[in-house]
């Protein structure tokens, strides 16, 4: 009896440390030329899965685990096999590695975190413990960093934005404001599975004021979250979803200059101070006239439709297996200018779903959306309240700016909420029949 809740009990302690450990170190910056904190995801979800296995010492377990969801293993081994392949075209071979092995990392976090939290519900507190160690952390640096210049320095990108000017905006220790805000948004998340709601409440309005500090494409998917909050009828929902995802992509991919009805003119926002640098806006981003009835409106493309363009050359040329992970800068180059400024030629795509097609083809699209299926439509999409649901849905709307919907907090946030016991849907009595008798 001790040999067999010896491991048992290990595996519970294990297991809430590796996953609240991995949710703490989603913000650590690589180092080094190392990404720490994705070699420390992986062999924490290595080790969890042995511990998991561990309490199976026949097997007969495991089978019945294989038995119950073997479509959401198969579809997790799809999403991995469909972007490892896009190596075979890859021109820089060690990236599309690197981003083949980041994706096999998060595949089996995503496991480890969803059969951990199927076989003991109160991981998910751990998980929120995690969450919200980052969201306080993140905020005692943005409050110590109006205090100290170096560290608001550190903290804080500066720069002439091309909406903002010189406006500060909060990027933590993330790298970037805008997957800092959306990191932040995925723990506002988790933070809700706080079996305290004095605790919970005040770190998820603390994450969101965060978010909104970063001043980037996720602060404007923030009202598409509350739309689901405030708003209940579904037809309602869409609709709203719908009017305020063009309104954010129409400011994000193209910036007005002047608007002029019935011989008036009103200038809405001056070019960045570098658009005429060498006439290189003239030349790949020239100023273009929108006529609405008897109004035009002059605008500026911005970086995001020249890359998004490029995205989709690179898929007319490499349509099967697109041309490698993280290859985007070298296979489909782009001269186009940052929001700070900067002319660059070779840029990430900033586009989850151009980028997709671009670096993985139909085979990596085709893979992805098989998981997607899968998770959310056979793994109870009823089970995720509407404080998820609007999360879900402005990152849906964020990947328009960024490729953050592999983000380990939000990886994370959909995988101890999917296929919970207890939460209903088609799912449920397997899933519960093949932990029984292993807690």
């Known amino acids: 009896m001790h040999s067999k809740d010896g491991p048992a009990r290990f595996s519970d302690r294990f297991g809430m440390v590796c996953l609240g450990a991995a949710v703490v170190l989603s913000a650590v910056p690589p180092m080094m030329h190392i990404h720490w904190g994705r070699l420390g995801f992986l062999l924490a979800g290595v080790a969890l899965l042995l511990a998991l296995i561990a309490r199976w010492p026949y097997g007969e377990r495991l089978r019945a685990i294989w038995r119950a969801h073997r479509l959401l293993v198969v579809s997790l081994s799809c999403l991995v096999v469909g972007r490892l392949l896009s190596v075979i075209s890859a021109e820089a071979v060690e990236d599309a590695l690197l981003q083949g092995v980041r994706i096999a990392t998060l595949a089996v976090f995503f496991a480890a975190v969803y059969f951990e939290c199927q076989r003991n519900p109160g991981m998910r507190a751990v998980l929120a413990w995690g969450a919200a160690l980052l969201i306080a952390l993140h905020g005692v640096l943005f409050i110590s960093a109006w205090c100290f210049g170096e560290l608001f320095r550190l903290v804080f990108e500066a720069g002439t934005h091309q909406y903002l000017g010189g406006l500060p905006r909060f990027r933590g220790i993330v790298g970037g404001p805008f997957a800092c805000g959306a990191m932040m948004l ?24 965060l978010c909104a500090a970063s001043l980037s494409f996720a602060t404007m998917a923030l009202p598409v979250m509350l739309l689901w909050l405030v708003v209940r009828q579904r037809s309602w929902r869409i609709a709203g979803y719908a009017v305020l995802a063009v309104v954010a992509i129409s400011i994000l991919y193209a910036k007005p200059v002047a608007l002029r009805c019935g011989g008036n003119s009103l200038p809405l926002f001056e070019p960045h101070e570098n658009y005429h640098l060498d006439e290189l806006g003239p030349r790949y981003a020239p100023q273009t006239t929108l006529t609405i009835s008897r109004c035009q409106i002059d605008v500026i493309p911005s970086g995001y439709v020249v890359l998004a363009g490029a995205s989709l050359r690179c898929f007319r040329d490499n349509w099967l297996i697109g041309v490698g992970g993280r290859n985007h800068p070298y296979s489909c180059p782009a001269t186009a200018m940052t929001a700070l400024g900067q002319w660059t030629t070779g840029r990430i795509a900033h586009n989850e779903y151009t980028g997709l097609l671009a670096e993985y083809g139909l085979l990596g699209l085709a893979g992805t959306l098989f998981f997607v299926w899968v998770v959310w439509w056979r793994y109870r999409k009823h089970s995720l309240d509407n404080w998820t649901r609007g999360i879900v849905g402005a990152y849906l709307l964020a990947g328009f700016a960024g490729e953050i919907w592999f983000q380990f907090p939000f990886v994370a946030l959909i995988a101890s909420h999917v296929g919970n016991p207890g939460s209903g849907g088609g799912n449920s009595e397997r899933s519960q029949s093949a932990y029984r008798g292993i807690k």
């Open 186 to 209: 995925a723990c506002a998340g988790l933070v809700r599975a706080l079996p305290d709601r004095r605790f919970a409440a005040p770190l998820m309005g603390v994450a969101l004021f």
